[in-house]
């Protein structure tokens, strides 16, 4: 069983930046696709911005292009989420999401590790 751990939520202003992180002590995590989605209240679970395992291309919801990153850290078997020029829009709780594949897609039923969320509001 692979535990994900988010970090780095809070409140911030519109047109601030946060960055989160999501952390495992799995030990071959360089093997999981790993990717952010988030839930807003009321509504459902939506995919942000995906990695795939090693090196391939990124792939972000177009609500995000140009403003949110994705990144990993093998060797601190990290991944980042940079989420600049954030708006109101952007408050949800995020979650961290891994699959033992090289590629993972954009539907959350597509990864079979979650964690346990973590809440970013953005005021206006």
């Known amino acids: 069983q692979v535990q994900l751990v988010e970090f780095g939520g809070g409140l911030v202003q519109a047109g601030g930046s946060l960055r989160l992180s999501c952390t495992t002590s799995?030990?071959?995590?360089?093997?999981?696709?790993m990717a952010w989605f988030r839930q807003a209240p009321g509504k459902e679970r939506e995919f942000v911005a995906a990695l795939p395992r090693m090196f391939g291309t990124t792939r972000y919801a177009d609500s995000v292009k140009g403003r949110f990153a994705i990144s990993r850290d093998d060797t601190k078997k990290m991944v980042l989420l940079q989420m600049n020029s954030l708006k109101p829009e952007d408050t949800a709780v995020y979650y961290c999401?891994?699959?033992?594949?090289?590629?993972?897609?954009?539907?959350?039923?597509?990864?079979?590790?979650w964690g346990q969320g973590t809440q970013v509001t953005v005021s206006s």
């Open positions: 799995e030990r071959t995590f360089g093997v999981y696709a």
């Open positions: 999401a891994a699959v033992r594949k090289s590629n993972g897609g954009s539907t959350s039923h597509e990864y079979d590790y």
